[in-house]
């Protein structure tokens, strides 16, 4: 049994002093230290640094590790000439992307306290790297394919991916991810869906990323349809948006993005207890906008926040992304802002996605980030915000009970 004692611990979207955590792999106990000492007496006692915050290990629903060979590459701005650049240069980045170059990534999330995430997989060549980090992983295998022709050959691909990904064991939890509905042919769609529905696996889509997406899948118009023209000599959508949301009545599904998505179209999400994943930094590097977070409270839709891939962000620190969050939504109260902005990396996902993480309660899984503040909080009600702020890297990372090396 361990005793962390640090002077706050989140719990329940507050912050609570004079109480430490009890823990094996599990949490055992919170109570005060003097309590859990007599309770405990061959107990390791371990007494964080002054002005120490203890969270749960944050989650990271949505990443492309595969994509992490890119800095300079990819052409931010708009999501089209992004789009485009991917194309071009996708081959030589994954061949760039090596076991190192990926293993970086993950350290770099774990540096700042991210002890669960979400990876889209393309190709499957991140799943080594997966199954060694200490992490725990969603391993979102990806489906992808518009065209009638090739799709049957691309799903067969998907459904071999997604096989070699159930046989990993406790660490990786297999999962799939529909690329986008752009993207994604509607028969290979359901099956996808259907195959989620059975399984029970965690199912996520990219949706309504761009204008240009918007666009094409209401009027077969705008940006796409040269793209469309050029790569699959076709000028038509293969969906359209509510063909698409229909599609996933029967799952509640993490659907990313979302920024061009209106309001009949969000309140249809929340009628069916979808969810969305919130990567303000990529949708502002890829021109795609602002996500209405505001009406998402509103309208009880969970949000996670996440940082996407390296294809769209310039760091996979999950402070950074919560500080970028900050000055995007310039119009929300600070304080609420900050508090739902660290709901969206622990509590939030790990309901979407059944964790039993995300929280500092009894029996949860002993997942914790450990941050120390540069001084003194003014008020308990400020730590969300002031972590937010001035942390760039956790002090531990426990998963599991286990403290990480890092
Ligand atoms: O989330 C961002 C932007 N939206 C869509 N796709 C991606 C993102 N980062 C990487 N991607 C991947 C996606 O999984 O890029 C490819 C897909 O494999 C684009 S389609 C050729
Ligand atoms: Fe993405």
């Given at each position: 049994?361990?005793?962390?004692?640090p002077n706050y611990i989140y719990?329940?979207?507050?912050f609570k002093e004079?109480?430490?955590?009890?823990?094996?792999?599990?949490?055992?106990?919170?109570?005060?230290?003097?309590?859990?000492?007599?309770?405990?007496?061959?107990?390791?006692?371990?007494?964080?640094?002054?002005?120490s915050v203890l969270?749960?290990?944050?989650?990271?629903?949505?990443?492309?590790?595969?994509?992490?060979?890119?800095?300079?590459?990819?052409?931010?701005?708009?999501?089209?000439?992004?789009?485009?650049?991917?194309?071009?240069?996708?081959?030589?980045?994954?061949?760039?992307?090596?076991?190192?170059?990926?293993?970086?990534?993950?350290?770099?999330?774990?540096?700042?306290?991210?002890?669960?995430?979400?990876?889209?997989?393309?190709?499957?060549?991140?799943?080594?790297?997966?199954?060694?980090?200490?992490?725990?992983?969603?391993?979102?295998?990806?489906?992808?394919?518009?065209?009638?022709?090739?799709?049957?050959?691309?799903?067969?691909?998907?459904?071999?991916?997604?096989?070699?990904?159930?046989?990993?064991?406790?660490?990786?939890?297999?999962?799939?991810?529909?690329?986008?509905?752009?993207?994604?042919?509607?028969?290979?769609?359901?099956?996808?869906?259907?195959?989620?529905?059975?399984?029970?696996?965690?199912?996520?889509?990219?949706?309504?990323?761009?204008?240009?997406?918007?666009?094409?899948?209401?009027?077969?118009?705008?940006?796409?349809?040269?793209?469309?023209?050029?790569?699959?000599?076709?000028?038509?959508?293969?969906?359209?948006?509510?063909?698409?949301?229909?599609?996933?009545?029967?799952?509640?599904?993490?659907?990313?993005?979302?920024?061009?998505?209106?309001?009949?179209?969000?309140?249809?999400?929340?009628?069916?207890?979808?969810?969305?994943?919130?990567?303000?930094?990529?949708?502002?590097?890829?021109?795609?906008?602002?996500?209405?977070?505001?009406?998402?409270?509103?309208?009880?839709?969970?949000?996670?926040?996440?940082?996407?891939?390296?294809?769209?962000?310039?760091?996979?620190?999950?402070?950074?992304?919560?500080?970028?969050?900050?000055?995007?939504?310039?119009?929300?109260?600070?304080?609420?802002?900050?508090?739902?902005?660290?709901?969206?990396?622990?509590?939030?996902?790990?309901?979407?996605?059944?964790?039993?993480?995300?929280?500092?309660?009894?029996?949860?899984?002993?997942?914790?980030?450990?941050?120390?503040?540069?001084?003194?909080?003014?008020?308990l009600?400020?730590i969300?915000?002031?972590?937010?702020?001035?942390?760039?890297?956790?002090?531990?990372?426990?998963?599991?009970?286990?403290?990480?090396?890092?």
């Open positions: 049994m361990t005793l962390l004692s719990i329940d979207g507050t004079n109480l430490a955590v009890a823990f094996e792999k599990k949490i055992h106990a919170i109570e005060p230290l003097s309590k859990l000492k007599q309770q405990y007496p061959h107990a390791k006692v371990l007494e964080a640094k002054k002005n969270y749960p290990g944050f989650i990271n629903t949505h990443v492309h590790l595969e994509f992490s060979a890119n800095s300079t590459t990819l052409q931010y701005g708009e999501f089209m000439p992004w789009l485009n650049s991917v194309i071009k240069n996708r081959e030589d980045l994954v061949a760039k992307c090596d076991n190192a170059v990926m293993q970086k990534a993950c350290q770099t999330m774990m540096n700042s306290g991210i002890t669960t995430f979400g990876t889209i997989s393309s190709f499957g060549t991140e799943l080594e790297v997966c199954t060694q980090t200490p992490q725990k992983v969603i391993f979102f295998n990806e489906l992808i394919g518009s065209n009638a022709s090739t799709a049957d050959m691309l799903y067969q691909d998907f459904l071999e991916r997604l096989d070699v990904s159930k046989k990993c064991g406790e660490g990786i939890i297999p999962a799939i991810a529909i690329h986008a509905p752009y993207s994604v042919h509607p028969i290979v769609l359901k099956r996808a869906i259907n195959v989620a529905i059975t399984e029970q696996l965690p199912l996520s889509a990219h949706f309504l990323e761009s204008q240009s997406e918007r666009e094409w899948l209401e009027n077969n118009s705008g940006a796409f349809l040269e793209f469309f023209q050029k790569f699959f000599s076709t000028s038509k959508s293969v969906t359209n948006i509510s063909e698409f949301i229909e599609s996933f009545d029967s799952i509640p599904t993490h659907f990313t993005h979302a920024v061009q998505a209106t309001t009949k179209e969000l309140e249809y999400l929340a009628k069916k207890g979808h969810s969305i994943a919130h990567c303000p930094r990529s949708n502002r590097f890829l021109g795609c906008g602002r996500l209405p977070i505001e009406k998402l409270h509103e309208l009880n839709i969970p949000f996670s926040v996440a940082t996407d891939g390296l294809s769209s962000n310039n760091s996979l620190n999950i402070f950074d992304e919560l500080r970028s969050a900050l000055m995007l939504h310039h119009e929300e109260a600070l304080d609420k802002l900050s508090a739902l902005l660290i709901k969206g990396v622990t509590s939030v996902p790990a309901e979407i996605f059944n964790l039993n993480s995300g929280k500092i309660e009894l029996n949860r899984d002993a997942d914790f980030a450990l941050v120390s503040l540069p001084d003194e909080p003014n008020s009600e400020d969300a915000l002031q972590t937010i702020l001035h942390v760039n890297r956790v002090d531990d990372v426990y998963i599991g009970g286990e403290k990480i090396k890092m």
